[in-house]
């Protein structure tokens, strides 16, 4: 399922809190988007024909929530960011943010943290 950018901003909003009608999205992502609400039921009516979302009918409006987990777009996203730039490799991934970006002590510890528990899980 593909998510786009503007998608993924309304999804967001539903994976922090379900179910949300279209103005309650709409009031969610006032001070960070600038888009109309007739802006955001679109984007609301693509993700429902993706199946990316639920709606449900409460009265005379639609309530709103996710069917596609965070984790699971997460991983999906990641992956093919691996695929498509580092030939599916973690390791050349974390190579080119040192190398371009600092890593600071507290990421430097995170990825110790992480490797040490992957050999002991391996052992």
């Known amino acids: 399922m593909q998510i786009s950018e503007a998608e993924s901003v309304v999804m967001d909003?539903?994976?922090?809190?379900?179910?949300l009608g279209a103005d309650e999205v709409a009031?969610?992502?006032?001070?960070?988007?600038?888009?109309?609400?007739?802006?955001?039921k679109t984007l609301l009516n693509r993700l429902l024909n993706k199946g990316a979302i639920s709606a449900q009918k409460e009265g005379r409006r639609y309530l709103y929530s996710?069917?596609?987990?965070r984790e699971d777009w997460v991983l999906k996203e990641s992956r093919g960011l691996l695929d498509r730039l580092f030939d599916?490799?973690?390791a050349p991934l974390v190579a080119h943010f040192s190398q371009h970006q600092e890593l600071s002590r507290n990421d430097i510890a995170e990825l110790r943290k992480l490797i040490e528990g992957l050999d002991d899980a391996q052992h």
């Open 13 to 19: 909003v539903l994976w922090r809190q379900h179910p």
């Open 27 to 40: 009031a969610a992502l006032a001070s960070q988007q600038d888009w109309q609400e007739a802006t955001i």
């Open 66 to 69: 996710p069917l596609l987990k």
């Open 88 to 90: 599916g490799r973690v």
